[in-house]
């Protein structure tokens, strides 16, 4: 009999009935605190294919409702700003999380001013794209209309705004922007 086992925070737990083999059963403790090859059963295969089809799924109906070609065939500009938000904003979230949860951390301004600048600079290249580029050549269906345009806008625009309000925050705000005096000897 083919049993499934689940890994759920750390327990493994399976159905409500054991078999004599399977890892709830009293002979097979052992084996399951100390190695279980949990990957490799067949619920965490089904449970990643029905998540990749699932995320597959979200995808084709986000590109099919807003109209987004960048998102199915992004052009070498457009993977160059993923690869350089993978490489270099990416990391900063957890740093910025810390820092701002802390709060005091006066260090995060110059990392803060950085990130919110490149992630500004690329969306503008982005939203001048949506607003200007012509889409009708385009295998997958781009926005048309004015309104396609601006709703594709609407989805992009707060990728704009929250990095220019952690800049002007971090250049105005008195606590970040505070320049403290050195003794002179």
């Known amino acids: 009999m083919l049993e499934f086992t689940f890994l759920s925070w750390g327990r493994i737990t399976t159905p409500a009935f054991p078999s004599p083999g399977s890892p709830t059963s009293p002979r097979c403790q052992r084996r399951v605190a100390g190695s279980a090859p949990l990957p490799l059963t067949p619920s965490a295969l089904i449970c990643c294919s029905v998540l990749f089809l699932k995320l597959t799924e979200l995808l084709e109906w986000y ?13 070498a500009w457009f993977k160059a700003f993923m690869y350089c938000e993978a490489v ?38 982005i939203l001048a794209h949506i607003l200007f580029h012509d889409f009708s050549p385009s295998e997958q269906p781009g926005p048309q209309t004015q309104r396609e345009r601006l709703t594709l806008l609407s989805v992009y625009v707060p990728y704009l705004l929250i990095p220019l309000l952690i800049l002007v925050t971090m250049l105005y705000h008195p606590h970040y922007n505070h320049v403290e005096k050195r003794k002179r000897k």
């Open 63 to 75: 590109t099919s409702t807003f109209r987004d070609p960048l998102m199915l065939q992004p052009p």
């Open 88 to 125: 270099l904003q990416l990391p900063f979230f957890p740093v910025a999380v810390y820092a701002f949860l802390k709060g005091g951390c006066r260090w995060i301004r110059t990392p803060a001013i950085i990130y919110s600048t490149h992630a500004a600079t690329t969306l503008f290249a």
